[in-house]
């Protein structure tokens, strides 16, 4: 990980709407955490109107490898991470959500796995909820059903779910990947760039399935469970009928640009 003594400069980021107190302990885990490279982390607030932004700024101010960047209006969850693609000067980028918490160097570990695997274009480590309890993060590319299951606890769609998060797979071990999840990945910087960041068409939702096809054009992307990550995992959209049909709308732009599956979406 270190040449001449010198860490690998790598950098990351956090988007905020609201939810300062989450968010922040995310930013200070990461940076405490984190001790085999040289972190610089960006935290960009979406104009929360909570004053979130403003927040952040305050308690990160003077703390070694943080920047605050807030914006004047929200841009989504894409264009909150694009604010900062110019400004990296980094290896590798990593892309974190405010309800992520780490308790061990993972950052260091996906940037060594990069290191070693230079066909990956893309690394996400294993996710488990507070509790202790798995996340099924590894995926194939999106699928109308596989999407709907999501969303309808309804027993036919079920095996439609279950083939879109490869739990046909051994997800003890390392698997390549068709949908790389936004709540946590490390990525090359340079292919980050490549591929333009973020598609700014999808406002929230989806965009990291889009992101991941591009991606899959510049290298590999890989489930790599030999790094582990918190992540509590507030899922919107059965919930809300406004933050549902934000998802159908996603799903719309991902289907006209990448091509609509029904069902099995098979390698």
Not at 38 to 57: F, K, Q, Y
Request: proline share 5%.
């Amino acid at each position: 990980m270190e040449t001449s003594n010198r860490k690998q400069k790598v950098t990351g980021c956090i988007v905020t709407y609201g939810g300062f107190e989450e968010a922040a302990r995310c930013a200070r885990s990461a940076l405490l955490q984190t001790h085999g490279v040289d972190l610089t982390l960006w935290l960009v607030d979406n104009a929360s109107p909570d004053g979130t932004g403003a927040r952040m700024a305050e308690a990160f101010a003077g703390v070694p490898g943080a920047h605050a960047l807030a914006l004047p209006r929200n841009l989504g969850f894409g264009g909150g991470h694009n604010a900062v693609l110019d400004r990296l000067d980094s290896v590798y980028h990593v892309v974190m959500n405010p309800d992520i918490e780490l308790d061990s160097d993972a950052i260091s570990a996906l940037c060594g796995y990069l290191d070693t695997h230079p066909d990956v274009a893309m690394v996400t480590p294993r996710l488990r909820y507070p509790d202790g309890r798995p996340q099924y993060v590894p995926r194939r590319k999106p699928t109308f059903l596989a999407l709907l299951a999501r969303q309808l606890p309804l027993h036919f769609l079920k095996k439609y779910e279950e083939h879109y998060l490869m739990l046909d797979e051994d997800l003890g071990c390392e698997q390549d990947i068709e949908f790389c999840t936004g709540s946590f990945f490390v990525v090359r910087t340079a292919a980050l760039r490549a591929v333009g960041g973020f598609d700014e068409q999808y406002f929230m939702y989806v965009e990291d399935a889009d992101l991941t096809q591009k991606l899959l054009r510049q290298g590999r992307v890989v489930y790599w469970p030999g790094a582990e990550v918190i992540h509590a995992w507030h899922r919107a959209p059965h919930r809300e009928a406004g933050s549902f049909l934000r998802q159908l709308h996603s799903m719309g732009i991902y289907f006209r640009k990448w091509g609509f599956r029904w069902g099995f979406s098979l390698r």
